[in-house]
């Protein structure tokens, strides 16, 4: 089983549409959690980091849930813009870093 | 304000070539760290470092090498290149700690014919 999973993807959705993005993790000992954002070919964005209580940034909600080990993205309204390939990453930093990538979701959002 | 910078962006090797990327940060980051990302397999962990004089093996180092002379300098070198090194390859910074984000460099585009 690969440390962090994400949907497969693609998502193609109207403009407007709400979508959202699961991630899993296997790593119990994880400590800190955050949704990336890459666009083809370049190179990986932090797009926000994920808390326990839930936390929203404009028309982007994250949720952690500790005991089912399980992350989500929600995006609201969305952009052409936001087309791109999100990445679920999780820290278990114990010594030093331990960033874990997930294999990502492609998302495009049509006119 | 140059944050992680990566050199080169594009490189053509021939098999049994070597080279070195570079990689240089200057926001005073303990931990750097070098990725490749191939199609559909994510970004996967080459060598990291934890500080000058420190390094690690990460999820895939074999055929790469990596050294830790300073805070700010991070290179990894191809000893051999193989077609199977053919990737984008990224470095990343960012301060010791839990909840640290990562900075990426722009990448490095790499084929080994």
């Known amino acids: 089983r690969k440390e962090v999973e994400q949907d497969p993807g693609p998502f193609n959705v109207p403009e407007g549409a709400t979508v959202a993005f699961n991630c899993t993790y296997s790593?119990?000992?994880?400590?800190?959690f955050f949704w990336y954002r890459q666009d083809c070919r370049k190179e990986p964005k932090l797009l926000m980091s994920v808390y326990s209580s839930g936390n929203e940034d404009g028309r982007f909600t994250a949720q952690l849930n500790r005991a089912s080990q399980y992350i989500s993205l929600l995006i609201r309204d969305s952009k052409l813009s936001d087309s791109a390939t999100y990445l679920c990453v999780v820290n278990a930093a114990n010594y030093g870093q331990n960033f874990v990538f997930g294999p990502g979701t492609r998302l495009s959002v049509l006119p | 304000n140059a944050g992680v910078t990566q050199t080169p962006k594009f490189q053509v090797l021939k098999t049994g070539q070597s080279m070195t990327l570079q990689c240089a940060q200057d926001?005073?980051?303990?931990?750097m760290s070098w990725y490749r990302q191939d199609p559909g397999m994510g970004l996967r962990l080459i060598h990291y470092?934890?500080?000058?004089?420190?390094?690690d093996q990460g999820e895939v180092p074999n055929g790469y090498n990596v050294s830790r002379s300073t805070t700010e300098d991070f290179p990894l070198r191809l000893l051999s290149a193989a077609p199977s090194q053919t990737s984008v390859y990224f470095c990343?910074?960012?301060?010791?700690?839990?909840?640290?984000?990562?900075?990426f460099g722009s990448g490095t585009q790499l084929s080994v014919l």
């Open positions: 790593n119990s000992a994880s400590q800190s």
């Open positions: 990343a910074s960012s301060y010791q700690g839990s909840g640290e984000k990562l900075f």
């Open positions: 926001m005073n980051h303990e931990y």
């Open positions: 470092s934890v500080g000058a004089g420190i390094t």
